[in-house]
């Protein structure tokens, strides 16, 4: 998942599907699969807003609004076909599903009296094992990269050129994936004052912490995009950056580089935004 930037005249998104590619803007939705007969296939359409947008100019909600329209997105996309990374259920995600289950009863075990930091950061990487798994062994990594690829080439020229979209980077500064690093950072350290501070386990504050880790997260990264030259910039989405290189991407086809110019195509016919 792609976070949209703000200093662009159109704000896209994007979302890897395991046989496809999809992309949204505040308005539209559109989508390109691959079919089992080697067509591609495309769906689209308008997007339901929560009609919330005096709330998009507040720093912290605007972020978790955003978030949620994406969301509403997806079950229309798996109507029309798509399919997510975690509907995969090979051994290996099935066995990274158990060892994060038996992991976090191991830590949260209270015998064995872990520094409250420490049991966070375990319970934190447990908890994104199983996605990041499933999306290795998924065929998302090559069409993840042919997203990044089509919109990098749209933001760098304008266009849709299939030349210049297979000679574009396969990583984007504003991937979903940059959320990762400071969302585990900020989970990790409030669960670990409102652990210190309660002096126990709270399922209430760790809602609270979740939403605002979340959207404190989006709102770096935002300022990340913004701020690309910034040393900070560098240093927030570097983790990000590495673990799109190592795990979330991998080259595309020229099948799946089509399959992602053509989501992105559609889009921008929905938006009036092609160019002649």
């Not at 992991?103 to 064995?112: E, L, Q, T, Y």
């Not at 760098?156 to 299939?162: H, I, N, P, Q």
């Not at 709270?202 to 809602?207: E, I, T, W």
Request: glycine share 8%.
């Amino acid at each position: 998942m792609e976070i949209a930037p703000k200093n662009k005249k159109l704000k896209v998104g994007g979302m890897a599907m395991e046989n496809g590619v999809m992309f949204q803007t505040e308005r539209h939705w559109a989508m390109a699969l691959r079919d089992p007969s080697g067509e591609i296939k495309i769906a689209s359409g308008s997007k339901m807003s929560l009609g919330l947008s005096y709330v998009r100019r507040v720093p912290f909600l605007r972020g978790l609004v955003s978030l949620a329209e994406t969301a509403m997105v997806i079950p229309k996309a798996t109507l029309h076909g798509g399919r997510l990374p975690m509907m995969n259920r090979s051994p290996e995600v099935m066995g990274s599903m158990i060892v994060s289950m038996l992991g976090a009863i191991i830590v949260k075990n209270p015998k064995r009296k872990l520094s409250p930091l420490v049991e966070e950061s375990v319970m934190a990487a447990l908890a994104v094992l199983p996605s990041l798994v499933a999306l290795r062994r998924s065929r998302a990594v090559e069409y993840h990269a042919a997203e990044h690829k089509s919109i990098n080439a749209y933001e760098t020229t304008g266009g849709l050129d299939a030349g210049v979209a297979r000679e574009a980077q396969a990583k984007h500064q504003r991937c979903g994936s940059n959320i990762v690093g400071p969302a585990v950072a900020l989970m990790t350290l409030g669960n670990t004052i409102a652990q210190k501070t309660l002096k126990r386990h709270s399922n209430v504050a760790r809602l609270g912490v979740s939403v605002l880790s979340l959207s404190g997260a989006v709102e770096l990264v935002q300022w990340a995009a913004r701020n690309p030259s910034s040393l900070w910039s560098k240093l927030l989405t570097g983790p990000g950056g590495e673990l799109q290189n190592l795990v979330t991407t991998s080259e595309p086809s020229e099948d799946e580089l089509a399959v992602g110019l053509a989501a992105l195509r559609e889009l921008l016919r929905l938006e009036g935004a092609l160019e002649s």
